[in-house]
Structure formats: C-alpha cells, structure tokens
C-alpha cells in the first residue's frame, strides 16, 4: 500500500451454510463424515447507496495529510454514474422486451399456431386472444394458456374458416 486513502471493495460477503458442498472433495467428505454439506451463498450485493456511503466514509476518514486526488475522486463518481447508468438501461431493456413480446402476441391473433404442450403434446388452434402473466404475454388457445416460446408453427387463418 503507498499510504494514501483508497476506496478497496472486498465483496465476497458470502457465509458459508448448510444447504450443497462448494466442491466435489467436500461433498465427498461430507458425505463419509455425516455433516451437512456446506455452500457459497452471496447474502448482499452492493448497490448505489452502499457505494455512496462507502465514498462519504472514505472522504471522512482519508489522511488530511495526503488528501485524495482530484483523479481519484473523479473516477470513483465516474464508476458510480457508469453503475446507475447500467441499472437504468437494464430497466429500459426489460421494459422493451416485455412490450415486444406484447406485440409479439397480438400479431398472433386469429392465426392457426401449433404449440406444445406441458406434457410435450403439440396443441393446435387459433389464437383467441391474450392474458398478461406478470410481464409475459400467455396466448389462449382452446381452452389453454401457452407462453410464445410454446410456439412451434403459425399459419395465417382465412377468413371463411374463421366465421365457421
């Protein structure tokens, strides 16, 4: 270390508890002694205002005789901005893909689709229309409910076959 106050992350807050061994030598030995295997389990991530506090702490308790570099400020906010900008795109692409699949299914509607089923059977029938399941567009076919992915074929519907 050269002296000088610095923001050091050591991010591995993760106990170690009784649930799957954290490799195949411990699960072995687990196993041949009786205890419970043990595993990694991450119990916190770091978000904007643990960082924050982090910098507020780090510029209470840095040397006033080796302060911090105008530099090193700068990149620690500019690491904080980078982190809120990835958590904001992040929001913005889910939001897009949950209204793509949206239209995704009303350009299923009144077509033929041949989906599978839960049980690995493939379902024909026309779309009827749609339900939101959280964030998830669920077509109702018949007297079903199939996420797109369900989809295996799709075929257009004249419009004779649709008023029979």
Same mark, same amino acid.
């Given at each position: 270390?050269?002296?000088?106050?610095?923001?050091?992350?050591?991010?591995?807050?993760?106990?170690?508890?009784?649930?799957?061994?954290?490799?195949?030598?411990?699960?072995?030995?687990? =196993?041949?002694?009786?205890?419970?295997?043990? +595993?990694? #389990?991450? *119990?916190?991530?770091?978000? !904007? @205002?643990?960082?924050?506090?982090?910098?507020?702490?780090?510029?209470?308790?840095?040397?006033?005789?080796?302060?911090?570099?105008?530099?090193?400020?700068?990149?620690?906010?500019?690491?904080?901005?980078? =982190?809120?900008?990835?958590?904001?795109?992040? +929001?913005? #692409?889910? *939001?897009?893909?949950?209204? !793509? @699949?949206?239209?995704?299914?009303?350009?299923?509607?009144?077509?033929?689709?041949?989906?599978?089923?839960?049980?690995?059977?493939?379902?024909?029938?026309?779309?009827?229309?749609?339900?939101?399941?959280?964030?998830?567009?669920?077509?109702?076919?018949?007297?079903?409910?199939?996420?797109?992915?369900?989809? !295996?074929?799709?075929?257009?519907?004249?419009?004779?076959?649709?008023?029979?």
């Amino acid at each position: 270390m050269d002296g000088r106050a610095g923001l050091n992350f050591e991010i591995m807050i993760s106990p170690i508890t009784p649930t799957t061994a954290a490799t195949p030598a411990a699960a072995a030995s687990n =196993l041949a002694t009786g205890e419970p295997p043990l +595993s990694r #389990i991450p *119990t916190k991530i770091l978000k !904007q @205002e643990d960082f924050l506090q982090l910098l507020v702490a780090q510029l209470q308790n840095q040397d006033p005789m080796a302060p911090q570099t105008d530099t090193e400020f700068i990149g620690m906010m500019t690491q904080f901005t980078s =982190l809120e900008q990835t958590q904001n795109m992040q +929001s913005d #692409i889910a *939001t897009m893909r949950s209204q !793509q @699949e949206m239209l995704q299914a009303m350009s299923m509607l009144d077509r033929e689709v041949m989906v599978s089923s839960k049980d690995g059977i493939p379902v024909r029938g026309v779309v009827k229309g749609f339900d939101m399941e959280g964030q998830t567009p669920k077509l109702l076919i018949g007297d079903g409910r199939y996420a797109l992915a369900d989809i !295996q074929a799709i075929r257009m519907v004249n419009q004779n076959e649709t008023q029979n």
